[in-house]
């Protein structure tokens, strides 16, 4: 495999990685949503990100010399080797935190996948054509629910004004490229996520200042989940994620 | 070499798989739907062409299977359904009669293009009323949003624009 496929797949399994953490923790609503139609929308949500890493698992299936499929990548990596973003596999927290991870993930997804859809590779960009268009619908939701919960009752403020000032320092990672990367945006293959920041930021602040919120002023950051140093939670998801796989060995439906 | 005897096969393969419908909106063919992109015949081996609705959406694999059992109890031995992303679906690509069909069955159709700005108002499929409410922008499936009539009350289905 030359160096650029390997970038290439690395690329694609941590994009696979991002949407099957964040989709695994949206299921985890299922049945426990506020009321039926958010705990419906919240699964279908879950479905969407599902969808997109079995797209990005199976172009690294194709990918790869080694045979494997798309379960390989979900069902038998460890933690080390997972190489999505450290916002994805923190614990839902509360409504207000999930949907304020959730603006934050939807306004970057908007302009990511705008990004790779212009990719001159066709597998990744025809799969972000399909994911925008998700993503559309998801950004509309959050947003609105930031505005309500945020300029709702003094709970409700309070609530989603901590999810932000928790979750802030982890939007770091959307922004930074590492080497391998680089190779790929050199070669018009991957986006370049340094350029995303200044429409996220427009982008956060117009919803916030409509929900009567603060953007959060410190300037610590989090980083690693691109280079498999993860939080302690992502072991926790993964056990679960992973047991009938890990429990009996190429199980099937 | 595509003869004429191939061409009134692969007419007879869409009249065949027009018996397989949507799981979820039963009314609906794949035909109906814009899912069922192309059939062609390479060697002997049927190449059934399929797209996505939603990236997660169940009803794709389910929709697989019936493909091939329905060409299989047809007596068709070698078949392969192959998924294709691009272009991506669209609810644009929904037939005339499938949007009937789904008005009839309870469930508003599409009213405008793909995302476009609102040409047309959304209708309840019950009383064709234009007064109605936003639920929720997720319903039963990914392709859903609820909404509930004003004027009838009744609560409905509308398929998105995507």
Known sequence: MSDQTKALQDYCIALGDDSLTLG????EWCSNGPFLEEDLALTNVSLDFIGRARMFYGYAAELDDEGRSEDDF??????????????????????????ARQLMVDTYDMGFFEGLAKSSDPTLAAIAAKAIKESRYHLRRSQDWIIRLGD??????ERTQNAFNELWAYSAEFFETSVA?????????AVDRTALKDDWMTGMQTILKQATLDIPTHDWAIGGGRDGQHTEHLGFLLAELQFLQRAYPGQQW | MVTAGDKTETARLYELLSSVVDPEIPVLTLQDLGVLRDISIENGEVKVTITPTYAGCPAMEVMRSDIESTLASAGYER??????????????????????????YGIAP????????????????????????????????????????????????YFKCI
């Open chain 2, 79 to 104: 078949v392969s359904v192959k998924q294709s992303l691009s272009p991506a679906w669209t609810t644009d690509w929904m037939s005339a009669d499938g949007r009937e069909k789904l008005r009839d």
């Open chain 1, 152 to 157: 709702g009752t003094a709970e409700s403020h």
């Open chain 1, 181 to 189: 990367e680089q190779q790929l945006v050199d070669a018009g293959i």
């Open chain 2, 110 to 157: 599409p009213a405008n293009t793909a995302c476009g700005k609102s040409a047309k108002q959304i209708e309840c499929p019950q009383c064709q009323s234009t007064e109605v409410k936003l639920v929720s922008e997720f319903g039963s499936t990914a392709c859903k949003a609820l909404y509930q009539c004003q004027d009838c009350r009744e609560p409905f289905d």
């Open chain 1, 74 to 99: 979900a069902y038998l990596r460890d933690c080390r080797e997972y190489r999505n973003f450290l916002i994805n596999e923190l614990p839902n927290g509360d409504f207000a935190f999930t949907m």
């Open chain 1, 24 to 27: 695994h923790r949206l299921s």
